[in-house]
């Protein structure tokens, strides 16, 4: 499968040598402003969700999709599994990327990338068990890249993001080493951890919500000092 945009942009597709942050939960135009300053390269937009923080309605998803300049990606966060269904939420938010927080199946995929050619597909995997390397590596060829997370799907009221919890980070390093596309880790990510983070993982980009939050507002310094602990392990190992 040919990498679609954003990341055919970024070099070596699955190691590359400055993983890309992206950060969500995005709220207001003004976070995305702030998050935009501090050199992220993608918005996360929240959708309808069962659980989880950063919902927002889809008509203000739609206007920060128009705000963002061209060179941030803006990624529309869904729990649909029909193709019909996010296809029609994507036409009303128009962002270049949709993430799929849900499994969704292969003949819904394949339906979605042939309505939505042109838009990146970023399948989420909830990092659990050695099943969840399974399914990581069966979903890859169809997507344009997974993005490890540590919801749990099984629960009355799912979670399919935001927990703030890490995982098991050895199993997201066996899907990274295996895949064929990029790999975003997420999960309990701040500015505490995401040095070891990257050393056992080594993934394509970084994802994190509440660990540049406080009393769930965008917090600049941690927002701050996250990416300059990303730049430090960077310099570290060059």
Do not use: Y
Not at 39 to 46: I, N
Not at 48 to 67: K, T, Y
Not at 84 to 107: K, M, N, S, Y
Not at 178 to 189: D, K, R
Request: charged share 15%.
């Amino acid at each position: 499968m040919t990498f679609t945009a954003p990341f055919s942009a970024f070099g070596n597709a699955v190691s590359p040598t400055r993983p890309l942050v992206k950060v969500c939960c995005i709220a207001t135009v003004v976070e995305a402003a702030m998050v935009v300053e501090a050199g992220a390269f993608a918005l996360g937009l929240v959708s309808a969700m069962p659980s989880g923080p950063g919902v927002i309605d889809e008509a203000l998803i739609a206007e920060i999709a128009a705000w963002a300049p061209p060179t941030v990606e803006t990624f529309l966060l869904t729990s649909r599994q029909d193709a019909a269904g996010i296809a029609e939420q994507h036409a009303r938010c128009r962002t270049t990327t949709i993430q799929l927080v849900d499994a969704v199946p292969e003949r819904e995929l394949r339906s979605l990338r042939s309505a939505l050619p042109s838009v990146a597909l970023v399948q989420v995997i909830h990092v659990m068990d050695e099943a969840s390397v399974a399914e990581a590596l069966q979903v890859a060829p169809l997507v344009d890249a997974l993005l490890l997370d540590s919801g749990t799907q099984q629960l009355a009221v799912q979670e399919l993001g935001g927990t703030g919890r890490t995982h098991d980070w050895t199993l997201s390093r066996r899907i990274r080493d295996q895949s064929t596309v990029p790999v975003f880790l997420a999960g309990g990510l701040h500015d505490g951890n995401v040095g070891d983070a990257l050393a056992t993982v080594a993934p394509f980009g970084l994802d994190l919500c509440s660990g540049v939050r406080t009393d769930g507002q965008l917090d600049h310094g941690k927002l701050i000092r996250f990416l300059a602990a990303v730049r430090q392990r960077i310099a570290a190992v060059q």
